[in-house]
């Protein structure tokens, strides 16, 4: 049995720093994520105000829930989170002028469903380029709450931001969401702000926030699901054993689920209280499968479905066409050059068995595709990358990690 440490969750991650940042007190946030993409976030919160020390192992955040700095520059890099959730932070303050900027990557993904709710709840907010993307200035006076109707079919993000944000609003928020993708991650972030000391109520999908802010605390952040779904699956595809600790019964992220597809396929999935097992003869069955709910582990699946012995056919993923690429088209792609027979459709995609060749992966300078076809390229030897280290936004240290894992796992 191989053992893997998976680093902290950048989803967890994120929503904690928003968190401590609106806390009333200093939180200690222990085994977060250290990438790009989150020091991104604290680099903004530093920008923004706040007080922010990092060690190796635990960060210090200084919460100020009066509101930050009065004049702030923040660039976003290519995080979405940081991009989505801390202009929605900014908008609380009591007073000042916020001006936000991303990568060209980042500039390119929707804001507007969470920009157009900020306005509707009286915040002076205006797009300096493309309507609906950055960058964007936040001109605060504090928000009053209020109710809302949202859409968060394009991503659950910005129903979390706006989540987040009631309890600093005077009156609380009411939220009314007429679609919804990528669900387990509101449990993420309603088990989050319990932690914090704020309840929400739901009824079905009408969310009521109350208003009083939240309380500092000691947080740890649970390993990175998605980035444990490379190590599943290859230890899936390669018959061999892997069990990831700290992602147990309790687990606050829904792309744990990803096991239970590839139990699906012929895998055997252990879950106990503070751990994940999987083990596999190598022998894959295909099958259909929805993944609405876990679209950052589509380009996973995608990635070692040809190695299955029946096709495997992906639905209701549109949502992964506005991530940091278009996933579906770059899976299909990649797959396509591998010489695979892959057939695609606005929310699904169907991967036929086959004998994949090694190719250079066009990345797209998308995370999740590098780490995905370094699990197919464990059956196809020569695996290239136009931008390995794009890796850096989630898991610099991935490819020496993945290699560790290949050499451990060939020991006798």
């Not at 928003?18 to 790009?36: C, E, I």
């Not at 139990?263 to 999935?269: C, K, P, S, Y």
Request: charge should be negative; aromatic fraction near 6%; charged fraction near 20%.
């Amino acid at each position: 049995m191989t053992v893997i440490d998976i680093p902290g969750s950048k989803s967890v991650t994120a929503r904690a720093l928003f968190l401590a940042a609106a806390a009333d007190g200093t939180t200690t946030l222990l085994r977060p994520l250290h990438s790009d993409d989150t020091e991104g976030f604290t680099e903004g919160l530093a920008g923004l105000g706040y007080g922010v020390r990092r060690e190796p192992d635990r960060w210090h955040i200084e919460g100020r829930p009066s509101g930050p700095a009065r004049d702030a520059d923040v660039h976003c890099r290519d995080g979405a989170t940081t991009a989505r959730f801390l202009p929605t932070l900014a908008a609380a303050a009591a007073s000042g002028t916020y001006r936000f900027d991303a990568s060209a990557q980042m500039r390119r993904r929707p804001l507007a469903p969470l920009t157009e709710a900020l306005r509707t709840l009286g915040v002076d907010l205006r797009h300096e380029g493309a309507d609906g993307h950055h960058p964007l200035t936040v001109v605060a006076s504090g928000v009053k709450g209020g109710e809302l109707t949202l859409d968060a079919g394009e991503s659950s993000q910005y129903l979390t931001a706006l989540l987040m944000l009631g309890p600093l609003t005077a009156e609380g928020l009411r939220i009314d969401v007429t679609e919804l993708v990528s669900a387990p991650y509101i449990e993420i972030t309603l088990a989050m702000m319990r932690s914090f000391g704020v309840e929400v109520a739901r009824e079905g999908n009408t969310f009521t926030v109350p208003p009083g802010g939240y309380r500092a605390t000691t947080y740890p952040v649970e390993p990175d699901a998605s980035t444990a779904s490379y190590f599943f699956a290859a230890a899936a595809l390669t018959g061999h054993e892997v069990t990831v600790p700290g992602l147990g019964t309790d687990a606050l992220q829904g792309d744990l689920r990803f096991t239970e597809v590839l139990r699906g396929m012929g895998a055997e999935v252990i879950t106990t209280a503070d751990a994940t097992t999987v083990r596999s003869s190598g022998r894959l069955s295909g099958l259909t499968v929805n993944m609405r709910d876990i679209s950052d582990t589509m380009p996973t699946l995608a990635a070692i479905a040809p190695y299955a012995t029946s096709p495997v056919r992906i639905e209701d993923v549109a949502n992964t066409r506005v991530k940091e690429c278009d996933r579906l088209e770059a899976c299909a792609e990649n797959l396509r050059n591998m010489g695979i027979t892959v057939h695609t459709g606005p929310d699904w995609i169907e991967i036929h068995p086959g004998t994949p060749r090694p190719t250079e992966i066009a990345t797209h300078g998308d995370h999740r595709i590098v780490m995905s076809f370094a699990v197919a390229g464990l059956r196809a030897p020569g695996m290239s990358y136009d931008d390995p280290g794009c890796v850096r936004k989630t898991f610099p240290g991935f490819h020496e990690a993945f290699a560790d894992f290949v050499a451990r796992t060939a020991q006798p």
